[in-house]
């Protein structure tokens, strides 16, 4: 991991208020989440690699546009995977996916094993579209229902 990877902000709320979200919700058997950060110094993580967005992820993008009424534009966002693993570790601590935003472009990277996670893909989604840090619950939890607690709920 690179030192500027590692400076990266802190999204809100952080990773530890999943876990703590997810303990609540003892069906949930992972504290981990998707975050997001700001940071355009931001690196990718060790091993990632360019994704080739898989064919459904455009419908999960209109989904998701659908659910939140925020529209964007799907080719600008770049995907990469770090294969061959469940999470990846950043600085706030090991995570499924994260978003940020660098320049005008929308990157979106995420485990290997998250790939077909309709949850975690449109979780960063999500982010993407509505272009700043931070889960509104009205957005995450209410209407699109992409965090852990109310995907389980559904
Ligand atoms: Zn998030």
Redesign the pocket.
Known sequence: MSKNYTRGRR?SPSVSR?VRMASWALFLPLGL????VTDPSSTLPLGAEPLVAPSNYLSWFGETEQCSGLSGQFDRIQFYVVPGVTSFETEIGPTF?L?SRIGGTDRIILAGAQVGEEMVVR??M??ALIGTKG?PRAL?DVQCRL?WKSWAEK
């Not at 989440?33 to 997001?36: D, P, R």
């Open positions: 999204c999943h989440t998707a975050c997001g996916g978003w979780h960063e999500l982010h889960h995450f965090t």
